[in-house]
């Protein structure tokens, strides 16, 4: 073991305590709220709902996009058990899956619950080389999934994954822009990331080290010095591993990926009953959800709360023409998909912290003994 079994409170886990308190969802709620509050107001129409046909189909679609979202969780939890080798039991996997989408769902960028993991973890008394090779590992398997999958899908498709009937770039306008700057942010982490954990760790140490070393980003040095060293213990980790560990986590990650968009899909499915079933239409839909979320993943609200539940709808208008039909997809989908974990994690979170700091407290009363 390269640390304590179990860290100490430091000022940084203070503050991933202070993003994972329960009182953080009030925030992503109200904002969701708000969003799905509008969209009734201007767009929900009672005559329209009641056309609705709530035949077996439906229920059908429904009932499997619950399923398609436990297997989302299930498989989420395996890659968790996969990366640390069997350390957690399965429920211990469950739960602390619960507790890092919260503090992603309480967060304003895809990168939010990371730091919260770091703190998760550590605290679960997984060694720091173990620890960081997860996080970091995490990070580079999901954005190279979208970096990888983003640009495939619109070779295909074309603009229209950006914008319903665009032709050319051109046509996308403001998305095909925010489009680009978001594809930069993630490119711009993602490199040396990468970089950092499978070619040259030293090297990207020592530039993060250079770079902070000035007054200006000068009370960041500490931490990217920290981060230098975890990215290398990381490193040393992952060259250490066979082709079948990373052979699971990649696997998984793009399974964990495809369910989430294919929950999307069972309820278009679910409430459009004319939407075709084959492959070119359904693919094309994909292309389109994964591009809309690439786009959202760096919402400035926690979790996206509020933009995603309004652009939903802009978003898929040749799929779902009917404003009530996207506005009860969008709300059932973020439903199942992100204020569960909200409510879980009210019911979890104040639980799994109590629990670690009795057992510091027994630790430290053990110590001064």
Known sequence: MDQQPFREFSSEH???LHAIRTSRIILPILLGLAAVAYLFWRHFDLEEFSRINWTSHTYFWLFTAVILS???HLTYSYRLRALTKKAFSWW???E???????SSAVSPTSLGGSAVAFFILAQEKLSAARTATIVLYTIVLDSMFLLTTVPVLY???GASVLRPGAETFADTEFWGYYFLIAFSIMLTYTVPFYYGLFVNPRKLEQFLGAVTNNRLLRRYHERALVF?????IASRELKNERWPFHARAIVSTIVVWTLRFLIISALMIAFLPDLPLDFKTQFELYARLETMFFVIAFSPTPGGAGLIDLLFGGFLTDYVSNPTQATMIATIWRLI???IYLFLGALIVPNWIRKRINERRARQAGLSH
């Open 14 to 16: 203070h503050d991933a």
């Open 96 to 102: 602390l899956i619960v507790i890092w989408e919260f």
């Open 70 to 72: 436990i297997i989302w």
């Open 337 to 339: 998909s992100y204020y």
């Open 155 to 157: 070779s295909i498709f």
């Open 228 to 232: 230098g060293r975890d990215m290398a």
């Open 92 to 94: 211990k996997s469950i």
